[in-house]
């Protein structure tokens, strides 16, 4: 089974401060984890994906993610908050049995990200 | 090169009523997804349809929901005889194919369904 837990509903930041959006995660097999940005009314937009390779995933928009097996999180992280990065932010998980055929997607339940003046 | 296209955007019905809700995946894509949002929730999985075929359905409501992935033209979720509960998001995603490089799901913008 996979599943995923999203620390923060809501996080506020002033604009030109750091970021960090907690993720933790559980699954039987070896993970492909994403961080998905959703903006007012409008679709998601794939921010970065880990899949196996480098641990630390540089995403767009200057955000970037860091796998750690040992803690099962994938926080997400920029250094400085820009205004046009208040959206909701969800973790996303999918596993990959033996079998090799994906999992559907699992979603965090969000974090509403507000950056302030 | 389109993205995932979904139409329409917004969806108003009465209850009682039928839905059909279309996605037209990006260009190369043969693998579609639908998940449902409610408002102050993540995305929800319902289906996973490949062309002609239903590969997962383990999200799907038992009763009024269908979908459907003809081999020429969108792919359909149709909910009959909609109720308030249904009002949500409704949004399609399309990968490629499967394994590790080609599960990427890339989402369209969503039909926001209304049930009056």
């Known amino acids: 089974a996979q599943s995923v837990t999203q620390l923060d509903s809501h996080v506020s930041v002033s604009e030109g401060t750091p970021v960090l959006l907690r993720c933790n995660y559980s699954?039987?097999?070896?993970?492909?984890l994403f961080w998905y940005v959703q903006h007012p009314n409008k679709g998601l937009q794939l921010l970065l994906k880990?899949?196996?390779?480098?641990?630390l995933v540089k995403g767009i928009n200057g955000f970037e993610a860091e796998f750690k097996k040992s803690e099962t999180s994938f926080h997400l992280t920029k250094p400085s908050a820009h205004m046009s990065d208040a959206a909701e932010y969800f973790c996303?998980?999918?596993?990959?049995?033996?079998?090799?055929?994906?999992?559907?997607?699992?979603f965090g339940s969000g974090t509403q990200l507000t950056v302030l003046p | 090169n389109a993205g995932v296209m979904q139409n329409p955007r917004h969806l108003v019905r009465r209850r009682g009523q039928e839905a059909r809700l279309r996605c037209s995946p990006m260009?190369?894509?043969?693998?579609v997804y639908w998940y449902r949002q409610l408002p102050e929730e993540g995305l929800k999985f319902m289906v996973y349809?490949?062309?002609?075929?239903?590969?997962?359905e383990s999200g799907m409501p038992k009763e009024r929901f269908s979908a459907e992935f003809p081999k020429e033209g969108p792919s359909i979720l149709r909910i009959q005889q909609v109720v308030r509960g249904d009002s949500a998001a409704y949004f399609c995603?399309?990968?490629?194919?499967?394994?590790?490089?080609?599960?990427?799901?890339?989402f369209g913008a969503g039909t926001r369904l209304s049930v009056l």
């Open positions: 995603a399309s990968s490629q194919g499967q394994g590790v490089a080609k599960n990427i799901q890339y």
């Open positions: 699954s039987s097999y070896s993970p492909s």
């Open positions: 880990y899949t196996s390779a480098a641990t």
């Open positions: 996303v998980v999918s596993d990959y049995p033996p079998s090799g055929s994906a999992r559907q997607l699992t």
């Open positions: 260009k190369g894509h043969s693998h």
């Open positions: 349809l490949q062309k002609e075929n239903i590969i997962d």
